[in-house]
């Protein structure tokens, strides 16, 4: 047994604890106490001066690449064993940022399929991981070069079978455009509803989920009628699609740090002006629409587009700063990280709050994150599964 003594506790499950203690047995959290324990027996990590948070969660991931700029030939030219290399690197420098789940919904090579048996059978430390294979997008759509083309109805249902049949726990539609290049419109329908259904019907009988990559409120409402679980991106949200998420249960994916960057940062990195501009423009459209959606009571939870150009593997933080900026409560931000990735991982029985017998995915970050959400930044222990994982400086990617 192990107790992590002397702690602020942010549950998720009750109010908070100014000092008090977690016991770890096994993989499991045995107790959590509204004291410090005086003289805990077993294993003792004293932890006084840090907050106690459930596992946070990365719901739009890419672990199997890092692109410097939105040109794809550099990521292309980089052999399969290389990048898998590298997604080890971004499963440790995630773990370390406090991400023990982690949603990955587009990969090169299958390499997200096979990195996640590797964490599963104890090669390699990361987060626990759901896969999507390749993700799915019409011919010369967004994101061509990158995703795996399939047109039609028909080659949709083929190629659903083939991302499940290569181990993929879900898959991953683009029904819009997005921003990658400076001549498409990100709100561009892309896949007709007849092809959204086919594939999310493909899935749905073999079991398994579908979320789809959708700006504009036109691809959002066929998505959600075709029966999608989550929307990623989910800019355009007009009322009657809020009450389509909201009546149906689907989650959205808002990933305001990738915006956030491109729109910032674009220039720096040189990008091609427009599409700079573009990006402001979703980002202020954007701004436009969640915080109406959140209110009302729409299912959110934290994604970046980790991969995209200085979205970083180890930064799920700057997703909840970024929500707190555009006006959603340190606890509702939270909450994005952990209880809702649970639910939207289909965890909620074993994660996403810390509370007895739930599995110990333990996070002590220094300072109080309901006070200041950059506390999410200061990462100084992680549990998976009741075991240590001392956080390092994340490696950078490959050049
Ligand atoms: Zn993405």
Redesign the pocket.
Known sequence: MLTINGCRIVSMDGPVIEQGSIEIDGTLIRAVRGRAAARPSGEVLDAGGLTAIPGMGQM?G?ITAYMHTMDTAPVNAQPAALKAIQATAFARNALGAGITMWRD??GHAHIDIHLKRAINHGLVPGPRMLVCGRWLGRSGGHGSGLSEPADGAEALRRAVREQIAAGADGIKLIASGGVMEASEDPFAMEYTEEELAAAVDEARRAGRWVTVHSHPASATRAAIRAGARSI?HATELPDDVIDLLISRGVYIVPTFAAYWKLSREGTEIGLDPELVRIASRVWDRKIEYFMKAARAGVKYATGT?TGAPRVFHHEIALELELMVRVGVAPEQALRAATVNCAELMGWTDTLGTLSPGKDADIVLVDGHPLEDISATRQVRHVFKAGRYYAPEPPVPPLP
């Open positions: 739009h890419h919904i587009g990623e587009d």
